[in-house]
């Protein structure tokens, strides 16, 4: 990947967190997700890539913008996306903390092709790489991973979503003595806390969305980590209900067209087969890793993280964005979504 295009990616990412920002706190999470979707789009379709989305917003049936197989770009070089214009929509709606705008650039062929669906997912630093096992009690694996570490497993820090479907495996780890970190959402953030050592957190354990999953196995790739997954059906994450198992009917069927399968074992490199990735984060919301947007009168601070797997290099850009002079097509979905 061009060390170019790394700086031109950033600002799609920085877009959508601007034109979400005015949604933070009024609990109209779809509203900030099409205003995040508009202003990625615009910005991906003028740089000069050759890109199609192999993991967005959905299939082309029920995602107007950016779906599965959307081609974007103005031609040039070929690229793979993986988009999440909002990791933690729920956030922006609540008001809450690590809400993100995420992008995953890759060269053809390098990223799993899955349906958006739930994914479970196992992720350890470099250190560990080798000493976890999915198809293994979380416990095990903690225990497996502190060995290798020299920790004892009361020095052990896991991190996870806060979800009912985990209260069980939170409570196992904290009874063997295990600190556990438990954040609402944004398991793409979480991602990045396990793969940079200075933050201290040794695992992270949880079910969450699929397109999430795959932007998490490319930081993890580029970084020299691990991560394992399987795709999980809906009724398997949320209970048996008439709309769950139709719901999860659909979902295997479209696995079966991709060449994929539902609770099978997806090693890091199924998941991403090559760290010649760039992506980009921008937060929207404060949070662990990247302050949120600041607004101040006509001027704007966005705080962007910068991934080059190819010379595993980590930038943290700090952009004041002075919205007079912004893209008038930005401004445009501004107005249109009532942001003034």
């Not at 984060?281 to 991934?307: P, Q, R, S």
Request: aromatic letters at 2%; proline letters at 2%; charged letters at 25%.
């Amino acid at each position: 990947m061009k060390r170019e295009l790394a700086l031109e990616i950033s600002r799609v990412t920085e877009a959508a967190a601007l034109t979400s920002h005015n949604w933070i706190g009024k609990g109209q999470k779809e509203k900030a997700d099409l205003a995040a979707v508009k202003a990625m789009r615009h910005v991906l379709n003028t740089i000069k890539i050759d890109g199609k989305v192999v993991i967005g917003e959905g299939e082309i049936d029920n995602a107007p913008m950016l779906y599965i197989g959307e081609k974007v770009g103005l031609g040039v070089d070929k690229v793979d996306i993986a988009v999440d214009p909002i990791d933690g929509t729920r956030m922006v709606g609540l008001g809450q903390d690590n809400a993100v705008s995420v992008i995953v650039l890759s060269q053809v062929g390098n990223l799993l092709k899955a349906p958006d669906m739930y994914m479970e997912k196992l992720m350890v630093s470099y250190k560990a790489k080798d000493a976890i096992d999915i198809d293994l009690p979380i416990l095990e694996n903690v225990i497996n991973v502190a060995k290798v570490l020299g920790k004892r497993i009361n020095q052990m820090t896991v991190m996870t979503l806060h979800k009912e479907r985990h209260f069980k495996v939170i409570e196992q780890l904290q009874t063997a003595g295990v600190k556990v970190i438990s954040i609402p959402d944004g398991d793409v953030a979480c991602s990045i806390m396990v793969a940079m050592p200075h933050e201290k957190i040794d695992m992270f354990y949880g079910i969450g969305g699929a397109p999430e999953g795959v932007i998490s196995a490319a930081i993890m790739k580029s970084m020299g980590c691990n991560m394992q997954a399987k795709l999980i059906s809906r009724t398997d994450c949320k209970g048996q209900s008439l709309e769950n198992d139709q719901i999860s009917q659909e979902e295997i069927k479209r696995c079966k067209e991709m060449n994929v399968q539902v609770n099978q074992k997806l090693q890091l490199s199924d998941l991403c087969k090559t760290d010649n990735i760039i992506m980009s984060m921008t937060g929207i919301t404060d949070g662990m890793i990247l302050g949120g947007v600041k607004m101040d009168e006509d001027m704007a601070t966005t705080e962007t993280l910068l991934i080059r797997g190819k010379t595993r290099t980590i930038r943290k850009i700090v952009s004041s964005h002075f919205m007079e002079r912004k893209d008038i097509a930005i401004k445009k979905i501004i107005r249109e979504e009532n942001y003034e």
